[in-house]
């Protein structure tokens, strides 16, 4: 269940809106949820199952303040989903990340450029179909930091997602193809 702290704003009623669309898709689903609701932004919490593995999602958003030394600055929006899998049996490693200098600090991986200044490393070399998946993955869901680690996997979308079924289809093909 969302508590919702109700304001007199715009920010309130877009994140009301959102929250209420995917409410609405967990119900649904009859997926258990829990989280809140204001005019600075939202936590959704849910599991959603995976390819046979249960998916801990959270839907993410957050203003943040900037000083203004001499000229007054705008709060930050910041709008994330996270997914986080354990349990996976797979001795590989994968990030995905958009730091050049983690991209070239680990030496004896495989790294490949993606689109927009990211970058793939991993410790296996990936077929041209895989890297195409991630890269389309990616490319779909603005990807930051996935993350394949000792059988676990997790990773962070930017911006608000509302399609779930998609969302899931697409994380469990990735799942297969990394496990």
């Known amino acids: 269940m969302l508590t919702y702290q109700s304001a007199n704003s715009p920010f309130y009623k877009a994140h009301e809106n959102y929250c209420k669309i995917i409410e609405a898709e967990l119900i649904a689903k009859n997926k258990a949820y829990e989280g809140?609701?204001?005019s600075y932004g939202y936590d959704i919490f849910?599991?959603?199952e995976a390819n046979?593995?249960?998916l801990n999602v959270n839907f993410h958003k957050h203003q943040t303040t900037r000083n203004g030394v001499l000229i007054p600055l705008n709060a930050n929006?910041?709008?994330?989903?996270?997914?986080?899998?354990d349990g996976l049996?797979?001795?590989?490693q994968v990030m995905i990340t958009n730091s050049r200098f983690k991209a070239w600090l680990l030496f004896g991986q495989k790294k490949h450029d993606l689109q927009n200044g990211f970058y793939l490393r991993c410790k296996m070399a990936l077929s041209e179909k895989v890297l195409t998946q991630l890269s389309s993955f990616h490319q779909k869901y603005t990807c930051w930091n996935l993350k394949l680690?000792?059988?676990k996997l997790s990773c962070r979308l930017s911006g608000g997602v509302t399609d779930l079924d998609s969302?899931?289809?697409?994380?469990?093909?990735?799942v297969k193809i990394l496990a």
């Open 36 to 38: 809140f609701c204001n």
């Open 46 to 48: 849910t599991k959603l």
């Open 52 to 54: 046979g593995f249960t």
């Open 77 to 85: 929006s910041i709008s994330d989903l996270y997914l986080n899998l």
């Open 89 to 92: 049996n797979s001795a590989n």
């Open 149 to 151: 680690k000792n059988g």
């Open 167 to 174: 969302l899931t289809n697409d994380f469990s093909s990735l």
